[in-house]
């Protein structure tokens, strides 16, 4: 038995105890916006996000940013990505399939090519890109990039990989570019960007960590020029400069072109509805005013922790710091790798809004998996930290999926 049929068998179970968690939630909701009283399973997962997907796939983006009567912009679907609702669609033309089994089909489709390529994205970190020998016999599986892809699969949130949502999809190809990048397989990294950035919005991290990659690269071949060149006659601090750029242009055209795809996008939006920020309007509708960099944090800091907010706030960063310099992290990921892991962390502090859907979005975080199973090679530790998880799911499904009215009206989005 060859390893990848292993991995897709965890991946089947980990999908079986996801459907478990959401039928049992689902026998437990009460009235709520969609239906009055308990849902089935395929009911439960179509609801939230996957209506906006539902009506994208079912008549397209608006060629209108729908206002209020003071002129400011509601939410509409321009706040979702296409590549997963147009899928759908074509899928549903396919096949005479609804929205939801499509959708879900899509997602979980998705989810078992990650499920593959999430172990030889691990093996790659640890190998230093070498083959993922995913043919390979069974036995020789490599156990720590097996359980770290396990945990992925396992965590609070993966219960979203069946559901007919942007996730499994955007994973599937954010996993692809990590490791083709690991690999430093330039050309394959560049095709994968375009999809990427089209599934969720995670272009400007990227670019932003293949920036940074390349600027730490080409600082490091240009102190080798200059050190080559200080003992050598004819050649000048500048020379060694442009020789370091020669040398590391391959990484600067990759970052100026992930780049580019990190405003496909919104350059889209633009063309189609007229105004340059269609797409930044249409996403600071959800919070009903204009987003200051940063400011979120501190104004969710404060509303949880009073007074100590900025203590909390300073805490939570200096952890985030700590946690990226560890030693863990360090022997288990690249320095790629971790740089995605720092501008992601910089992108949701400058960019997001914290509430409870930031759960949801810590899913790219998915490198942290292995660090995680390396802290100990205990079996009672990695037994209980996967259990943990699967448990988590119970938690995230229950607290976060399940619909209970606030005093307030709503409920907190998942």
Same mark, same amino acid.
């Given at each position: 038995?060859?390893?990848?049929? %292993? ?5 089947? =179970?980990?999908?079986?105890?996801? /459907? ?5 939630? +689902?026998? &437990? &909701? ?19 996000d ?7 796939a079912a008549?397209?983006y608006?060629?209108?940013l ?13 706040a979702?990505?296409?590549?997963f609702p147009?899928?759908?669609?074509? @899928?549903?033309?396919?096949? #005479?399939?609804?929205f939801?089994?499509?959708?879900a089909?899509?997602s ?6 990650t499920a593959?390529l999430?172990?030889g994205?691990f093996?790659?970190?640890? *190998?230093?890109?070498?083959p ?10 490599d156990?720590?990039?097996?359980? +770290?892809?396990?945990l992925? =699969? @396992? ?9 007919? !949502? ?8 954010? %996993? ?15 095709? @994968? ?5 089209l599934?969720?919005?995670? #272009? %400007? ?6 920036? =940074? /990659? $390349? ?9 080798r ?22 040398q590391?242009?391959?990484?600067l ?23 340059p920020?269609?797409?930044t ?6 919070r009903?005013e204009?987003?200051?960099?940063? &400011?979120?944090?501190? &104004?969710?800091?404060?509303v ?5 907010g /900025?203590?909390?706030?300073?805490l ?8 990226l ?15 995605? =892991?720092?501008?992601?962390?910089? !992108? ?6 914290p509430q409870?859907?930031?759960? *949801? ?17 205990? *079996? ?7 259990v ?7 938690? $995230? ?6 619909w ?11």
């Amino acid at each position: 038995m060859p390893v990848w049929v %292993v991995l897709l068998g965890i991946y089947l =179970l980990t999908r079986v105890w996801g /459907w478990i968690v959401f039928s049992l939630v +689902a026998r &437990q &909701q009460g009235t709520n916006p969609w239906v009055d009283g308990p849902m089935d399973y395929g009911r439960f997962i179509g609801i939230w996000d996957a209506d906006w997907y539902r009506q994208i796939a079912a008549t397209g983006y608006p060629q209108q940013l729908p206002t209020d009567p003071d002129g400011h912009v509601r939410q509409n679907p321009w706040a979702f990505y296409p590549l997963f609702p147009l899928a759908a669609r074509a @899928l549903m033309r396919v096949t #005479g399939l609804g929205f939801v089994p499509a959708g879900a089909a899509i997602s979980v489709a998705c989810g078992a090519v990650t499920a593959v390529l999430l172990y030889g994205f691990f093996r790659a970190c640890r *190998r230093d890109g070498r083959p993922a020998g995913l043919t390979a016999s069974a036995r020789t599986i490599d156990v720590g990039p097996a359980l +770290a892809t396990a945990l992925v =699969l @396992l965590n609070p949130i993966a219960p979203i990989l069946q559901v007919p !949502y942007a996730e499994s999809m955007s994973l599937m190809f954010l %996993v692809s570019v990590l490791w083709a990048l690991t690999a430093r397989r330039w050309g394959i990294c560049a095709v @994968l960007l375009v999809p990427t950035c089209l599934s969720r919005p995670v #272009g %400007v991290p990227l670019g932003a960590a293949l920036g =940074l /990659w $390349w600027l730490v690269g080409w600082i490091r071949a240009a102190r080798r020029a200059r050190a080559e060149a200080s003992s050598s006659a004819g050649r000048t601090p500048g020379r060694a400069a442009l020789r370091a750029l020669r040398q590391t242009r391959a990484e600067l055209a990759l970052a100026l072109f992930a780049c580019a795809c990190a405003l496909i996008w919104p350059g889209i939006a633009w063309a189609v509805i007229g105004r340059p920020d269609a797409y930044t309007a249409t996403e600071t509708a959800w919070r009903g005013e204009h987003l200051l960099p940063v &400011q979120p944090w501190f &104004q969710q800091a404060r509303v949880f922790f009073g007074d100590a907010g /900025w203590l909390a706030l300073a805490l939570l960063l200096l952890g985030a710091w700590a946690l990226l310099g560890s030693r863990a992290v360090r022997r288990s990921l690249p320095g790629a790798v971790r740089m995605w =892991l720092g501008c992601y962390g910089v !992108y949701l502090l400058v960019f997001l809004f914290p509430q409870s859907s930031t759960f *949801r979005l810590l899913l790219p975080t998915f490198p942290l998996a292995a660090p995680l199973v390396e802290v100990s090679r205990s *079996r009672g530790y990695r037994v209980l930290l996967l259990v943990g998880a699967g448990l988590g799911q119970l938690l $995230w499904v229950g607290w976060l999926w399940h619909w209970k009215e606030l005093p307030s009206g709503g409920d907190f989005p998942p």
